[in-house]
């Protein structure tokens, strides 16, 4: 099912709008990758229902993504290998849910909402 939203890529400091596949294929592959400050992006949807994918390095062949989606925020179990991160930037930028299918996934927990009556509860 195609995303009709305009999709945003972030990378080396540039924010793109309205980015093509093309564009982040040639993102996922570009290299060298400084593994302190590299990241990749996508962003969909508007502030309300802003959806995202992000992908930072660990070390020099392996990178930690966290994904937004549907309410739901998770994160890669474990790392991910340099050739699996093409995959998964299509398939978000796609919209074809595939990513989920092509590692494990870890559901991270919302933040609790704060409140002074909690607070002081024993």
């Not at 390095?57 to 790392?79: H, I, L, N, P, Q």
């Not at 340099?82 to 998964?88: A, C, F, K, S, T």
């Amino acid at each position: 099912m195609p995303f009709l939203a305009e999709v945003t890529l972030e990378y080396g400091d540039v924010e793109t709008k309205g980015v093509t596949r093309e564009e982040i294929v040639r993102a996922a592959r570009d290299k060298p990758r400084d593994t302190r400050d590299w990241y990749l992006t996508l962003r969909r949807g508007d502030d309300d229902n802003e959806e995202f994918m992000d992908a930072t390095m660990e070390d020099d062949s392996t990178f930690g993504v966290r994904v937004f989606e549907d309410g739901k925020k998770y994160r890669s179990a474990a790392s991910i290998q340099e050739e699996l991160l093409e995959p998964l930037f299509v398939s978000f930028y796609e919209h074809d849910r595939a990513w989920k299918t092509l590692c494990t996934w870890e559901e991270m927990p919302g933040k609790r909402k704060f409140s002074l009556r909690d607070l002081f509860k024993r």
